[in-house]
């Protein structure tokens, strides 16, 4: 096998900064890929946050004007990972959140900010460092999705790219009037180009112009074509189907594992299952909530926005009473939301608990302790919190949409019957199905025999990145190869 060089391009990387699974994922792949010989060094924009945590930077480039200001790459690495740093204070040396202000509103010059992160990464893709010319970029989601514009509008040849979509929803337009400032020419800005419905798209572009296209997982690529789940975009996508494929994300194993989680009271494995216990009276302390043996708890943990479909489950509370479930939820995002969780909190001591807030620890208790996990997602392009569950024997009660549908295997009666049942799942997603699902996760929890059997089947499952890295590896290698016919990758 032949070594590949590659260059992520990405706007968030955990650990360094996370606002959902996207920095899960491309935090996690290129360790993973490194046992398929591909080294995957990542691009990303230095926040502050980012240049507080990475050991040993040392610049590699300058740049006198970046887009309105000068700017800097360092090389550095943060653990196992290998990064390309653009300290670009102008654009990213602000506090908070790496999209929004303190306002509440997306940072005023995003298209600037991340234009400039796919122009360094085409850049790079070009040979602006002579010591590491990748022969592949993966950039992933809008703010991503201009590196394979500037790379076709050069005349200088460049690398392959692959462009991963994780959500759709998030698009990156912004006014046509900004093309000059971003450096892109007047022919780029047509339907074949970075024209979107007469703005700029940096999605848009990322889906027309990359030689391949992936999502995170089968099911999301299938719908996204159809005009329900497209967004707008699902033309574009037919048009490219046969560029498109789905690879559904993993988990990292190491971040992610029961039984040397340090985060949580008490680690266990698939045979000493009873130790849940102990996690799971820790959780109810930590929520107020009644500790009364057979109760079920339920776990989320999201993101509070549309896509997830929590203000159904605000409409299903009644179900939840009557059936005696026990909530435990960990969310941030829409001020609505929050407010009304806030609210059946309060109105339900000792049953309901809601913890409104961004923290990690308590995510990893939430899976370690609870008896279930809910995501009853609208959409869910692939959903990482299911795959946790699965891990820490949390039960996943799953909306039927795409990565859900394509991760968590039903607990219908053939399914049980076969012993491969790892969950339940409800299709259509509404408020309705949702009570039923709860209902049925409730009766399948008073049968202790069978929920073992969930719990360990799911533990059992690999949600690890093997499987999807060997898939990422053969598409770089198939596309390589069908780019460069006389060089076997
Ligand atoms: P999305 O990226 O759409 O928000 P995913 O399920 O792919 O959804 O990834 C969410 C990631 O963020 C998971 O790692 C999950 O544990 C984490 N997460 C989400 N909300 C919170 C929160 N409030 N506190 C801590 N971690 C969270
Ligand atoms: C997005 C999607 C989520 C997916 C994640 C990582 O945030 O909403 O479904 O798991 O990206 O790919």
């Given at each position: 096998?032949?070594?590949?060089?590659?260059?992520?391009?990405?706007?968030?990387?955990?650990?360094?900064?996370?606002?959902?699974?996207?920095?899960?994922?491309?935090?996690?792949?290129?360790?993973a890929l490194a046992a398929h010989q591909v080294t995957l060094l990542t691009l990303i924009p230095g926040y502050p946050a980012v240049l507080k945590a990475i050991d040993k930077a040392e610049p590699v480039h300058h740049f006198a004007?970046?887009?309105?200001?000068?700017?800097?790459?360092?090389?550095?690495?943060?653990?196992?990972?290998?990064?390309?740093?653009l300290d670009a204070p102008h654009l990213y040396d602000r506090p908070g959140n790496p999209y929004i202000g303190p306002d509440g509103n997306d940072w005023p010059d995003n298209a600037q900010r991340f234009a400039a992160l796919a122009r360094v990464g085409a850049e790079l893709g070009q040979g602006l460092l002579p010591g590491f010319v990748p022969e592949l970029i993966h950039a992933h989601d809008w703010q991503a999705g201009l590196t394979a514009a500037y790379l076709r509008y050069s005349d200088r040849p460049g690398p392959a790219t692959v462009f991963t979509v994780h959500n759709l929803a998030f698009q990156g337009q912004f006014p046509h009037e900004l093309l000059p400032v971003l450096g892109l020419p007047p022919n780029s800005f047509t339907m074949d180009g970075v024209e979107y419905y007469g703005a700029i798209g940096f999605l848009k572009a990322g889906l027309q112009l990359s030689d391949r296209i992936t999502t995170v997982s089968p099911s999301y690529a299938l719908e996204i074509q159809a005009q329900d789940a497209g967004m707008g975009l699902d033309g574009l996508l037919r048009q490219r189907s046969h560029h498109l494929s789905g690879i559904l994300n993993g988990i990292d194993e190491a971040v992610w594992d029961p039984a040397t989680d340090t985060r949580i009271p008490a680690p266990y494995s698939t045979?000493?299952?009873?130790?849940?216990?102990?996690?799971?009276?820790?959780?109810?302390?930590?929520?107020?909530?009644r500790s009364e043996t057979d109760r079920l708890v339920l776990?989320?943990?999201?993101?509070?926005?549309?896509?997830?479909?929590?203000?159904?489950?605000?409409?299903?509370?009644?179900?939840?009473?009557?059936?005696?479930?026990?909530?435990?939820?960990?969310?941030?995002?829409?001020?609505?939301?929050e407010t009304a969780f806030r609210q059946v909190a309060q109105s339900h001591p000792g049953q309901i608990g809601v913890a409104i807030g961004y923290d990690e620890n308590l995510a990893h208790l939430i899976q370690a302790g609870a008896?279930?996990?809910?995501?009853?997602?609208?959409?869910?392009?692939?959903?990482?919190?299911?795959?946790?569950a699965l891990r820490y024997g949390t039960v996943p009660v799953v909306a039927r949409v795409g990565g859900l549908s394509d991760s968590i295997i039903d607990a219908n009666e053939m399914a049980l019957a076969a012993g491969v049942a790892t969950g339940v799942q409800f299709a259509p997603v509404t408020a309705d199905r949702l009570a039923a699902a709860l209902v049925r996760a409730h009766a399948l929890y008073c049968d202790r025999p069978v929920w073992k059997t969930l719990q360990r089947n799911g533990m059992r499952a690999d949600v690890s990145w093997r499987r999807p890295a060997e898939h990422y590896a053969q598409l770089y290698r198939a596309l390589l190869n069908a780019r460069n016919p006389h060089v076997a990758m």
């Open positions: 096998m032949k070594p590949i060089t590659a260059l992520s391009v990405a706007s968030e990387v955990y650990p360094l900064i996370k606002t959902g699974g996207l920095a899960d994922v491309t935090g996690a792949l290129p360790g004007d970046l887009l309105g200001g000068p700017a800097r790459l360092l090389a550095a690495r943060k653990g196992e990972l290998q990064l390309l740093v045979r000493k299952l009873h130790a849940r216990a102990l996690n799971k009276a820790a959780l109810r302390e930590h929520f107020g909530l776990g989320v943990i999201s993101r509070l926005s549309w896509q997830k479909g929590l203000d159904m489950l605000l409409e299903t509370i009644p179900v939840l009473l009557s059936e005696g479930i026990q909530l435990a939820l960990l969310g941030t995002g829409d001020a609505e939301l008896d279930a996990l809910l995501v009853p997602s609208r959409f869910e392009p692939c959903g990482l919190t299911q795959l946790c």
